[in-house]
């Protein structure tokens, strides 16, 4: 994914910030990715043991390989939409503005962005033990743009993300107050 597609940046905007969704919060998928991956060994292991003729038939041996592709592909390809929708989630911030690109599944997005000055309030959410032991949370962020509400969600250090955003919109409010009382020649 080219950022230069999605971001189409002004002559002195800089990206600040990407935020990612914390790492942490892909483990439970990793593990339940790999017991996915060991429950038909297990199975096979059992079926071996009370059926041991099931597995030598010249009918049921090649249906058992079929299924077990079948299911083995099914799990890895879950797999990869669900990264895929952890790693393309995505927070830009600039000097002038925030993007939220949100991947909603394999195939589509939504991009979301709102300029710094109209940030109204921004909340940051840690809920929880794992978060709290691992500092990621939640940021809720209100605007007065058209999309009232921003939710970004298991973002590492929240409250540090947080009073940066409200750090950078407060210099662009100064910067578009300062641009709006000049008058223009």
Do not use: C, W
Request: proline letters at 5%; aromatic letters at 16%; charged letters at 15%.
């Amino acid at each position: 994914m080219l950022l230069s597609t999605y971001i189409h940046q002004k002559s002195y905007e800089h990206i600040v910030y990407k935020v990612r969704r914390d790492l942490i919060t892909l483990l439970p998928a990793i593990f339940g990715f790999i017991l996915l991956l060991a429950a038909p060994f297990g199975a096979y292991f059992l079926f071996s043991k009370i059926f041991p003729s099931l597995l030598t038939n010249s009918i049921t041996l090649p249906l058992t390989i079929l299924f077990a592709s079948i299911y083995f592909l099914s799990v890895g390809l879950f797999f990869y939409t669900y990264f895929v929708n952890f790693y393309l989630d995505l927070l830009i911030i600039t000097n002038d503005r925030l993007l939220h690109i949100n991947q909603i599944g394999m195939f589509a997005r939504s991009i979301s962005e709102v300029d710094l000055y109209k940030i109204q309030d921004i909340t940051s959410k840690i809920d929880g033990f794992f978060p709290a032991l691992f500092k990621y949370g939640d940021l809720l962020i209100q605007t007065a743009g058209t999309q009232e509400k921003f939710m970004i969600y298991n973002v590492p250090d929240p409250e540090g993300l947080r009073q940066i955003i409200l750090d950078l919109a407060e210099e662009d409010r100064k910067f578009h107050s300062l641009n709006s009382t000049q008058p223009t020649p």
